[in-house]
């Protein structure tokens, strides 16, 4: 299982799983998922996506409400 800061670092993921979301966000799996089917969002700013049964969280809305930077893409020669 990956940390919350691998999560946030890594530029080549666009988006996380409810569960990994809880992890950034220091909250339970439980409190996220009632949280997306109360209101269709995680937290504050950060709305879940359901793509067939999956539901996403985008990591550019995680890194925003954090007050994250994007991780810069470095290209490999």
């Given at each position: 299982?990956?940390?919350?800061?691998?999560?946030?670092n890594?530029?080549?993921l666009v988006?996380?799983?409810l569960?990994?979301?809880?992890?950034?966000?220091?909250?339970g799996?439980?409190?996220?998922?009632?949280?997306?089917?109360?209101?269709?969002?995680v937290?504050?700013?950060?709305?879940?996506?359901?793509?067939?049964?999956?539901?996403?969280i985008?990591?550019?809305?995680l890194r925003?409400?954090?007050?994250?930077?994007?991780?810069?893409?470095?290209?490999?020669?």
């Open positions: 299982q990956r940390t919350a800061t691998e999560l946030l890594d530029p080549g988006t996380v799983s569960a990994q979301a809880s992890i950034i966000l220091g909250i799996r439980t409190t996220a998922h009632n949280a997306y089917k109360r209101t269709g969002f937290t504050d700013g950060v709305p879940a996506i359901r793509v067939g049964k999956r539901i996403v985008s990591l550019a809305h925003n409400a954090l007050g994250v930077l994007e991780p810069v893409k470095t290209i490999q020669q």
